[in-house]
C-alpha cells in the first residue's frame, strides 16, 4: 500500500494567493514525523516544514503551514500568498520512529505553478 | 555550516559501463542516505547508513549496485554494470539523527543518463 499520496500531479495558482497541496499518508505506528520539501528545477530538495505524530498544534514557517488532521492522516501543505519563486515540485514525506528505521518515504509530487 | 555535497553533478555512460557517484554528508550527521529519484516520481530509498553500518538496503539492487559509508563519513555509489532504466538522479541525504522528527538535508543531485 502507498504509505503517502498526493493525489495532485499538477496545480495552478494565481501570484499572491493562497494554494494548498493535499497529502495523505498511512502508518500504524503512533511515533512518525510528516515533511515536506520543495523541488525547484535545479533539482535540489529543501526542507520546508515539520510535523510531529504527537504535536497538537499545527505547523508554521513563514508563509507555510501545515493542515494537520490526525483522525483522517492528511498532512496539506498551505502555501501564503503565493510568489513566482514558488513554482517547484513539492513533496510530502514521512517518517516513522519506530518502524522502518526512520526511514523517509516520498510521495510522487505536486508541480505547482504561479501564474503572474 | 557547509551542505551535502555531490559529485558528480552529471554523467552519461553506456549501458554495461560502471559508475560512481561520491558523498560528503554535513559535518556530524551520523545518518547518510542514496535515493534514486525517475523523472516525474518521489525519491526511493536504496540505502540508509547510520554511522559506517548499513541499516536499510533492502530496495538496493545488490545484483549491481553497491555502497560504502568509509569511517561514518564519506559515501560512495557504484552501479556496474549499469542498464538504461538507472538512468535517474541519484540523491545523497544526511540528517543529524534517524529520529522520525529529524528532517533530511540533500546534495544537488548527480544526473546519471545511460544510453
Known amino acids: 500500500a502507498q504509505k503517502i499520496t498526493q493525489t495532485q500531479p499538477g496545480m495552478f495558482v494565481q501570484e499572491k494567493e493562497a494554494v494548498t497541496l ?14 515536506w520539501y520543495k ?12 510535523q510531529g505524530s504527537y504535536d497538537q498544534q499545527n505547523a508554521t514557517e513563514g508563509r507555510y503551514s501545515l493542515n494537520f488532521q490526525k483522525a483522517r492522516k492528511s498532512a496539506n501543505l498551505v502555501i501564503s500568498a503565493s510568489q513566482l519563486g514558488d513554482s517547484a515540485m513539492y513533496f510530502c514525506a514521512m517518517r516513522e520512529g519506530q518502524t522502518n528505521a526512520g526511514k523517509s518515504t ?7 505553478t504561479v501564474k503572474p | 555550516e557547509a551542505g551535502v ?3 558528480p553533478r552529471y554523467k552519461i555512460i553506456e549501458k554495461r559501463q560502471s559508475v560512481a557517484f561520491w558523498c560528503n554528508p554535513i559535518s556530524g550527521h551520523a545518518t547518510l542516505y542514496w535515493y534514486q529519484q ?20 533492502s530496495q538496493l539492487p545488490k ?13 560512495t555509489l557504484k552501479i556496474q554494470p ?7 538522479v541519484y540523491l545523497c541525504a544526511s540528517s543529524l ?11 544537488n543531485g548527480t544526473r546519471l543518463t545511460v544510453t
Open chain 1, 106 to 112: 516520498f510521495g510522487d509530487g505536486t508541480t505547482l
Open chain 2, 97 to 107: 539523527a534517524p529520529g522520525f522528527n529529524s528532517p533530511l538535508h540533500f546534495g
Open chain 2, 38 to 57: 525517475i523523472l516525474g516520481q518521489g525519491p526511493k530509498l536504496l540505502i540508509q547508513f547510520q554511522n559506517n553500518g548499513v541499516v536499510d538496503d
Open chain 1, 22 to 35: 493535499d497529502c495523505t499518508y498511512d502508518t500504524s505506528d503512533p511515533s512518525y514525523g510528516l515533511f
Open chain 2, 82 to 88: 549499469a542498464k538504461l532504466e538507472d538512468s535517474a
Open chain 2, 63 to 75: 545484483d549491481r549496485f553497491s555502497a560504502e559509508r568509509l569511517k561514518g563519513v564519506d559515501s
Open chain 1, 39 to 50: 523541488q525547484p528545477s535545479s533539482g535540489e530538495m529543501i526542507f520546508l516544514i515539520y
Open chain 2, 5 to 7: 555535497a555531490q559529485s
